[in-house]
């Protein structure tokens, strides 16, 4: 079964870090653009950030350039998204999906495989 699984979500302070992860089973994440996008209550699905096959990124959203950066470790499988100076309007529940052409893209509709999700929450 090919799946996506998230990991790494919970509650921090505004100015805190945290780093998420993706790990894929079932199929191995060498071919593929991993992204991470982000869904706030109430409001739609945003592309975060994006990394190709050889580590190249694409920053989507720009509240977190220079805070968010991506990375990814082929031989672990797993790419990582890591947060730092958290605010509170980066709480939402984070999901990583892959695009099998190695093509990253803003638009969550580009991607073939989805994590289910973690929460994240910002707040004193």
């Known amino acids: 079964q090919l799946q996506l699984v998230e990991s790494g979500g919970g509650l921090v302070q505004p100015g805190g870090s945290l780093r998420l992860s993706c790990a894929a089973s079932?199929?191995?994440?060498?071919?593929?653009?991993i992204g991470w996008f982000r869904q706030a209550p109430g409001k739609e699905r945003e592309g975060v950030l994006c990394?190709?096959?050889?580590?190249?990124?694409?920053n989507y959203a720009d509240s977190v350039r220079g805070r968010f950066t991506i990375s990814r470790d082929n031989a672990k499988n797993t790419v990582y998204l890591q947060m730092n100076s958290l605010k509170s309007e980066d709480t939402g529940v984070y999901y990583c999906?892959?695009?099998?052409?190695?093509?990253?893209?803003?638009?969550?509709?580009?991607?073939?495989?989805w994590g289910q999700g973690t929460q994240v929450t910002i707040s004193s």
């Open positions: 990394i190709r096959l050889g580590g190249d990124s694409s």
């Open positions: 999906a892959a695009n099998r052409r190695n093509r990253c893209s803003y638009d969550h509709n580009a991607y073939d495989y």
């Open positions: 079932g199929f191995t994440l060498d071919f593929n653009a």
